[in-house]
T-cell receptor, first 113, second 115 residues
Framework: AQKITQTQPGMFVQEKEAVTLDCTYDTSDPSYGLFWYKQPSSGEMIFLIYQGSYDQQNATEGRYSLNFQKARKSANLVISASQLGDSAMYFCAMSTSNYQLIWGAGTKLIIKP | SAVISQKPSRDICQRGTSLTIQCQVD?????MFWYRQQPGQSLTLIAT?????????ESGFVIDKFPISRPNLTFSTLTVSNMSPEDSSIYLCSGSGRGRDNEQFFGPGTRLTVL
């Protein structure tokens, strides 16, 4: 069965430090995509970064990078030089063959000044 | 990507009443989805909104409770019927078909409180 696991319910990080949010996945499909979304307290879901299963290089978008380890089935999000505005819920998701996304439980990230 | 607007942004309703949430996309999308997010939880897919036909509901969700319409490729509505306090959640509309893979982009959500 397809599944996304986020094992960190919450994290506290000092401002300006780098932070890694864990995500592991399980699928038997050879082709899939992995996504990270940010949800601030306002409730909107903001797309951050995407990694395709056949992509040779790890995805990067500004301060966000995705540490994709296919053999380990992990897709960790790395945020460099964290900022107070990074405090939010972060969700990992995986695409399926029926156009839907499977979602992890989320990690609540709090950046301390 | 595309821009999605949703209204109302929030509402407080009495039990037993119904609320209709509107979702408008600024350009055509292939798929539209409705999610429920209960407090402190992840997203749960309610249904896929199909243009011009009945929505496809996920296990645990039924049309009588959550009727959905999608008259065209840019608009959909979700009604939460006969509400109870357990329906208090954020309801999110999303669209896909304009980005990579099955990337979904979201509206701002509707924060519903049922008293």
């Amino acid at each position: 069965a397809q599944k996304i696991t986020q094992t960190q319910p919450g994290m506290f990080v000092q401002e300006k430090e780098a932070v890694t949010l864990d995500c592991t996945y399980d699928t038997s499909d050879p082709s899939y995509g992995l996504f990270w979304y940010k949800q601030p307290s306002s409730g909107e879901m903001i797309f951050l970064i995407y990694q395709g299963s056949y992509d040779q290089q790890n995805a990067t978008e500004g301060r966000y990078s995705l540490n994709f380890q296919k053999a380990r089935k992990s897709a960790n999000l790395v945020i460099s030089a964290s900022q107070l505005g990074d405090s939010a819920m972060y969700f990992c998701a995986m695409s399926t063959s029926n156009y839907q996304l499977i979602w992890g439980a989320g990690t609540k990230l709090i950046i301390k000044p | 990507s595309a821009v999605i607007s949703q209204k109302p942004s929030r509402d407080i309703c009495q039990r037993g009443t119904s609320l209709t949430i509107q979702c408008q996309v600024d350009s055509q999308v292939t798929m539209m989805f409705w999610y429920r997010q209960q407090p402190g939880q992840s997203l749960t897919l309610i249904a896929t909104a199909n243009q011009g036909s009945e929505a496809t509901y996920e296990s645990g969700f039924v049309i009588d409770k959550f009727p959905i319409s999608r008259p065209n490729l840019t608009f959909s509505t979700l009604t939460v019927s006969n509400m109870s306090p357990e329906d208090s959640s954020i309801y999110l509309c999303s669209g896909s078909g304009r980005g990579r893979d099955n990337e979904q982009f979201f509206g701002p959500g509707t924060r519903l409180t049922v008293l």
